[in-house]
C-alpha cells in the first residue's frame, strides 16, 4: 500500500531562517506530487505541483521554492522566512493515470514563523 | 475565475438537517471529481468520488453536472460529528495537478 511522510509536525523559525521541509512517497511510482498552503481559517492554497523528477510548476510567485530530486521525495525550501510564510503546510500525492485519481495527504507541517 | 469556486459558508444547521453544499469548476476537460472532508487543524481526507451517474453512501449523496460544470454534495439527517470543512476536488486527468476549493465550513448544532 502507499503511504506518504511529511516532516516535521510542528515548526518555530525565526524570521529571516531558512527552511526545508521534506515529503516523501513509497509504494508507488512516478506520482503527481503537490505542496499546499492553508492559512488559519482559509482554504487549500496550491503552491506547487510536480508531474515528474525536476519538473516543478509554481503556482504563487513567493520566496519559496521546490525540488524533486528523486522520483518519490518533494522538498519545500527558503532562503529567508517571512511572517506571512507561517501556515499549514501539507504535501500530497495522486496518480498519473487514469481516473479516480485522488489526492492523498502527509499529515502536515504547522509552520509558524516569530 | 478561480479553477474551482465553493459556496463560501459557513453553514450553521441544527442535528438532523439536510445540508447541500455546491460547487463550480471551470476546466471542462476534468474528468475526476471528489468530495473531501477536514477536521480542524487536520489534513483533508477523501469523503466520496463523485460519478457522472450520481452516487450515495449512507446520508452522503453526491452529483456531477458536465454540462453545467457543477458538483453538489447532500448530507442528510446531519451528525454534529458532521462539523467540518467539506472541500471540493478536480482533477483534470493524466498529470494535470488536482486543484482544491477553499472549502465550506459546517457547524452541525445540537
Known amino acids: 500500500s502507499q503511504t506518504i511522510h511529511q516532516w516535521p509536525a510542528t515548526l518555530v523559525q525565526p524570521v529571516g531562517s531558512p527552511l526545508s521541509l521534506e515529503c516523501t512517497v513509497e509504494?508507488?511510482?512516478?506520482?503527481?506530487l503537490y505542496w499546499y498552503r492553508q492559512a488559519a481559517g482559509r482554504g487549500l492554497q496550491l503552491l506547487f505541483y510536480?508531474?515528474?523528477?525536476?519538473?516543478i510548476s509554481s503556482e504563487v510567485p513567493q520566496n519559496l521554492s521546490a525540488s524533486r530530486p528523486q522520483d518519490r521525495q518533494f522538498i519545500l525550501s527558503s532562503k529567508k522566512l517571512l511572517l506571512s510564510d507561517s501556515g499549514f503546510y501539507l504535501c500530497a500525492w495522486s496518480a498519473t493515470r487514469g481516473f479516480g485519481t485522488e489526492a492523498f495527504f502527509g499529515q502536515g507541517t504547522r509552520l509558524t514563523v516569530v | 475565475r478561480k479553477e474551482v469556486e465553493q459556496d463560501p459558508g459557513p453553514f450553521n444547521v441544527p442535528e438532523g438537517a439536510t445540508v447541500a453544499f455546491n460547487c463550480t469548476y471551470s476546466n471542462s476537460a476534468s474528468q475526476s471529481f471528489f468530495w473531501y472532508r477536514q477536521d480542524c487543524r487536520k489534513e483533508p481526507k477523501l469523503l466520496m468520488s463523485?460519478?457522472?451517474s450520481g452516487n450515495e453512501d449512507g446520508r452522503f449523496t453526491a452529483q456531477l453536472n458536465r454540462a453545467s460544470q457543477y458538483i453538489s454534495l447532500l448530507i442528510r439527517d446531519s451528525k454534529l460529528s458532521d462539523s467540518a470543512t467539506y472541500l471540493c476536488v478536480v482533477n483534470a486527468g493524466g498529470g494535470f495537478k488536482t486543484i482544491f476549493g477553499a472549502g465550506t465550513r459546517l457547524f452541525v448544532k445540537a
Open positions: 509504494g508507488t511510482s512516478n506520482p503527481n
Open positions: 463523485v460519478y457522472s
Open positions: 510536480s508531474v515528474g523528477i525536476g519538473q
